[in-house]
């Protein structure tokens, strides 16, 4: 159902988060995703560093409307389509669309969804009721009636709290009602405009459980109050007009959704003062229109791969360190060993063995003659050996040194830089490397020897 409030489209942006802060914070912005839900559009996904649009959720018409995005304990997102009247279910890592989980009457208004005991619960705004859903069979229950002098109007950011209890923002009660799941019943946790609020919408706890950010939209406010017992902590701000959702951003700040100094739509807050960050997403990106939610959800583990033995080449690396005397310099060189790639690297197990000594003459500032020792008992045992190698790139400094020749050089910055063996040796090379003063750092890039 759509409704007009203060001036604003009821769904300007609301936030959530589908996952506890500490999974949020554990984890960096580029291992996380965030969801935004469009009442007139879709539901976008966007990049939670830069905040840029990355994809729509569904292009086949089947959410309008959208409302709460939340990860279900089934591992799949779950998202309510308020006009469709359906909640819908997605796979959380691919995002490809699984089954209409649920269907409500038209005009019921489902907004928000919470997970507790075994079901999924939802509130309806045009009548004041909750529904609970048994995620194992989906049947259906309707649950007792709070009652209208209670609670008006349930929106999205309903939650399911570390205590088994129901908190549902009454937006047109302008209160918090706790609803307790074991006992069915209702009771008042923030009575209606207390410290002024009015049309509650975004709730939100923090790590520690032990406070909750409530934001009131027509009262151009964000409150704390302490958790589970009530009454409130401070007035976080009055300076965003007409804040909707809240959640939590992998750096700590607190998202709230509205219009404030930095702009309108999803704004990073810090969660200690109030004052505002940046604008991390700004309503219209990627087609959003009339944003009602956001989730922040994980981005999808890479599948485990089995590396191709057809692409693990010969490659071979190693490293040397001496000081240019003159036109030379020689270079007692290294390889490594013991170690594995990627996450499997463990630099304890890493071993850096003798492998030989290295010379190079250099014959002008883009030539030099290399030559290698690696025999005998302190050794790779590669062999010995000999090639002329040149620059790949001519540098500024090499211009210079052009001029002036080698010994003219004011430092030897004239040698950094890539080197090869030129056409018949292209594949392997060199990096060289220098303080400026003389000494040099060398990496070879080759290969084993031939089998």
């Not at 914070?25 to 009442?39: K, P, T």
């Not at 019921?108 to 309806?124: H, K, Q």
């Not at 809240?246 to 003062?273: F, M």
């Amino acid at each position: 159902m759509r409704r007009r409030r203060n001036g604003w489209i009821r769904g300007l942006v609301l936030l959530s988060l589908a996952f506890s802060l500490h999974a949020v914070q554990a984890a960096s912005c580029d291992e996380v995703r965030v969801l935004v839900s469009g009442y007139y559009s879709n539901v976008h996904i966007y990049d939670a560093c830069t905040g840029a649009f990355l994809r729509n959720l569904d292009e086949e018409g089947r959410i309008r409307g959208a409302q709460a995005v939340k990860l279900g304990p089934d591992g799949r997102l779950w998202v309510v389509s308020e006009e469709a009247s359906t909640l819908l279910r997605y796979d959380a890592e691919t995002l490809a669309f699984v089954d209409t989980f649920a269907r409500v009457d038209p005009g019921w208004g489902m907004t928000g969804v919470a997970f507790s005991g075994g079901g999924a619960y939802v509130g309806s705004y045009a009548t004041g009721a909750l529904r609970r859903f048994d995620l194992a069979s989906g049947a259906a229950e309707n649950l007792p009636l709070a009652g209208s002098s209670l609670l008006r109007g349930p929106d999205n950011g309903l939650l399911a709290a570390p205590d088994g209890a129901l908190y549902i923002p009454g937006y047109d009660s302008s209160n918090i009602v706790r609803f307790d799941t074991q006992s069915r019943s209702y009771s008042q946790f923030v009575a209606p405009r207390d410290n002024g609020l009015r049309a509650t919408r975004g709730l939100l706890l923090n790590p520690a459980g032990d406070r909750l950010y409530v934001s009131g939209e027509r009262s151009n406010q964000i409150l704390r109050y302490r958790f589970p017992g009530g009454g409130l902590d401070t007035v976080l701000t009055t300076s965003i007009s007409t804040p909707t959702g809240l959640a939590w951003h992998p750096d700590g700040s607190l998202l709230a959704a509205g219009n404030g100094a930095r702009g309108v739509g999803v704004l990073k807050v810090d969660a200690a003062t109030g004052e505002e960050k940046s604008l991390l997403i700004p309503v219209g990106s990627g087609g959003l229109s009339g944003p009602t939610y956001i989730a922040v959800i994980p981005k999808p583990r890479g599948a485990a791969e089995t590396p191709d033995p057809a692409t693990i080449g010969s490659q071979y690396w190693l490293t040397a360190l001496g000081h240019l005397q003159g036109n030379q310099v020689e270079l007692e060189a290294n390889t490594a060993l013991g170690a594995a790639f990627g996450t499997q690297f463990d630099p304890a197990q890493v071993r850096k063995p003798r492998w030989g000594s290295l010379r190079l003459n250099f014959l002008s500032c883009t030539e030099a003659e290399l030559s290698w020792s690696s025999h005998g008992e302190n050794s790779a045992r590669f062999g010995d050996g000999a090639y002329r190698i040149e620059r790949m790139l001519i540098t500024p400094a090499v211009t210079e040194c052009r001029r002036t020749g080698i010994a003219g050089a004011p430092n030897t910055n004239w040698l950094q830089g890539a080197w090869y063996g030129g056409p018949s040796r292209d594949g392997e090379g060199f990096m060289l490397d220098t303080d400026g003063n003389g000494l040099v750092f060398l990496t070879w890039f080759t290969y084993r020897p031939a089998q």
